[in-house]
């Protein structure tokens, strides 16, 4: 059983606070061998109009460039929210052995919420921690979220006819 580390989830807040400045949904992710981060990461789907650009995609990716390989086997990745199906493959295929996330999704979780891809008859099965720091996460979100609403409703408000 690992036992997580604080400061390597208060970094990946950190990054989906970033995420969140600049109108994405706060998702950040940090790679951890040894006790050293390797990779990092933040949403950026809307900026880079790409699907792909999660923060665990980031982390992953940041990570095996700076080990100089696609095995992780040594590592650990922390996320401030739990993978969807695309960042579970990703985890699979990278060979991370544990995975700590902050916040469940209940649309897209793909480590227990909607579907657990570890437990399924793959080659690979990272251990899962998850809600570590779970209130601090799901703030980030909620907050993001009803900013987001609110700004939405001030618009359509403004847009409404005058009778």
Known sequence: ???????????????????????EV???AVVVKDGEIVGRGRNRREKEKNALCHA?????DQACRTL??????QCELYVTLEPCPMCAGAIINARIP??????????????????DLFSLRYNHKPETVGGFLQEACAAELQQFF?????????SEEKSEPLS
């Open 1 to 23: 059983m690992v036992i997580p580390e604080e400061s390597f989830m208060q970094e990946a807040l950190k990054l989906a606070r970033e995420a969140a400045a600049e109108g």
């Open 26 to 28: 706060p998702v950040g």
């Open 56 to 60: 665990e995609v980031e982390a992953i």
């Open 68 to 73: 100089h390989g696609w095995r992780l086997w």
């Open 98 to 115: 544990v995975v700590v996330f902050g916040a469940y999704d209940p649309k897209a979780g793909s480590c227990g919420s909607v579907v």
């Open 146 to 154: 009803r900013r987001l609403r609110a700004k939405r409703k001030k």
